[in-house]
């Protein structure tokens, strides 16, 4: 049982950058693969950011080489670093846990934190 809770979302401009949180608590991030999803209104949520207990991590096509998705263990806490929003970033974030490693579909969820990019 995992409670998960993002802040450091808001209003930016193009070009921009936030920094978004995701707090952890219940259990201990580090045997978890952790993930940054978004979504849209009337688009599936999908996947932008994930990190692998080990550190490793992926990216979608359309952030790759903006965003940085990092975790650090001891303060239970998930980041997602994204410079040069475009306004096509614009979204609600959420944070997501998977017991062990990814790709087999996230067990717990955040509330979301909304960021909107500006042109």
């Known amino acids: 049982q995992v409670q998960l809770v993002e802040s450091g979302g808001g209003s930016v401009q193009a070009g921009g950058s936030l920094r978004l949180s995701c707090v952890a608590s219940?259990?201990?991030?580090?045997?978890?693969?952790m993930t940054w999803n978004h979504q849209v209104p009337g688009k599936e949520r999908e996947g932008v950011a994930a990190?692998?207990?080990?550190?490793?991590?992926k990216y979608v096509d359309a952030v790759e080489g903006r965003f940085t998705i990092s975790r650090d263990n001891t303060e239970n806490t998930v980041y997602l670093q994204m410079n040069s929003l475009k306004p096509e970033d614009t979204a609600m974030y959420y944070c997501?846990?998977?017991?062990?490693?990814?790709?087999?579909?996230?067990?717990?969820w955040g509330q979301g934190t909304q960021v909107t990019v500006s042109s």
């Open positions: 997501a846990a998977e017991f062990g490693s990814c790709g087999s579909g996230s067990d717990y």
């Open positions: 219940g259990a201990s991030i580090s045997s978890y693969c």
């Open positions: 990190i692998e207990r080990d550190g490793s991590t």
